[in-house]
């Protein structure tokens, strides 16, 4: 109600999370029984234009008074934020490696992976991502093939294709798949992007990795394996759910294992056959 009643009076932007120390549980389309709890306090941020921060102030207060009742609500008014430069500062140049750096296009040195944070998920902000990119960094193999499954911006594929590598990545998401040709452009890098189904897939490929949840990893468990004849880098998996990553994919070995946070990142290569 109060963020529609901001964009009604000119907001340019809106950002709704919670503060420092409040938890939140989200619940995924896989869970079952009741939603959990909404978190005791929730922090909506809203950015104007200065010919319309009058008119945003006096919409945000009616608003805010017509949903007293549901909980106590502050209100701050900061006239110094630049909505695009704070936004933009969300952003912060990712050094992986001495030959590896990912950056947005205005802040980026030159050398740089140059991801456009955009619609699509992968710039290097999530731990899941800067773990995959440490994983393409070690084992790329100029010549050999690489497979992004749920590709987003394309950056880690277009790691691979950095390093010589040729890259395919798919997504569900057409515009995951725009972003990433946009992206391989940008950095003068060849890569083959598409909403091909991973079963429509053909053929084996070096290095194949896959930054979605865990859940939905075992369920791609048997198409990963078929296309897989080196290295599977997994991630995007919480820690309390590994297991069940490893137990889909038994006829692999995991060699290595990174966690960071409620995290978890995996390697695993094909098991060789007992003799």
């Known amino acids: 109600m109060v963020s529609a009643a901001a964009f009604d009076a000119g907001c340019v932007g809106a950002q709704e999370d919670v503060p420092d120390g409040v938890s939140v549980v989200v619940q995924q389309p ?20 200065e010919d319309d921060a009058a008119l945003g102030r006096t919409a945000v207060r009616q608003a805010a ?4 009742g549901a909980g106590e609500l502050h ?11 704070a936004w933009r500062a969300g952003f912060e140049r990712l050094v992986v490696s001495d030959r590896l750096a990912v950056s947005a296009p205005w802040n980026s040195e030159p050398g740089d992976l140059i991801i456009e944070p955009g619609m699509a998920f992968g710039t290097g902000e999530h731990p899941t991502t ?3 990119l440490r994983g393409v960094d070690r084992h790329a193999v100029p010549g050999e093939t690489l497979l992004d499954v749920g590709c987003g911006t394309g950056v880690l594929a277009l790691a691979g294709a950095r390093f010589g590598m040729q890259v395919s990545g798919i997504d569900i998401d057409s515009a995951a798949v725009e972003a990433s040709d946009e992206n391989a452009a940008r950095n003068n890098l060849s890569g083959s992007f598409s909403v091909a189904p991973l079963a429509r897939l053909e053929g084996r490929y070096t290095l194949v990795v896959a930054n979605i949840f865990a859940e939905v ?12 004849g080196g290295r599977l880098c997994l991630a995007g998996i919480l820690a309390d759910r590994a297991h069940i990553v490893v137990a889909a994919l038994s006829a ?17 290569v094909p098991r060789l056959p007992v003799s």
């Not at 008074?65 to 007293?68: E, G, Q, T």
């Not at 990893?217 to 897989?228: D, I, K, P, S």
């Open 217 to 228: 990893l075992v369920t791609m468990a048997g198409e990963l394996a078929r296309l897989c």
């Open 252 to 268: 692999f070995d995991e060699v290595h294992r990174e966690r960071e946070g409620d995290w978890v990142y995996l390697e695993l």
């Open 30 to 49: 896989w869970d079952r029984g009741p939603a959990p709890p909404p978190p005791a306090q929730v922090r909506l941020r809203l950015w104007f234009g």
């Open 65 to 68: 008074a017509a949903v007293a």
């Open 130 to 132: 800067r773990a995959c």
């Open 75 to 85: 209100l701050v008014w900061d006239a110094e934020e630049d909505w695009a430069e």
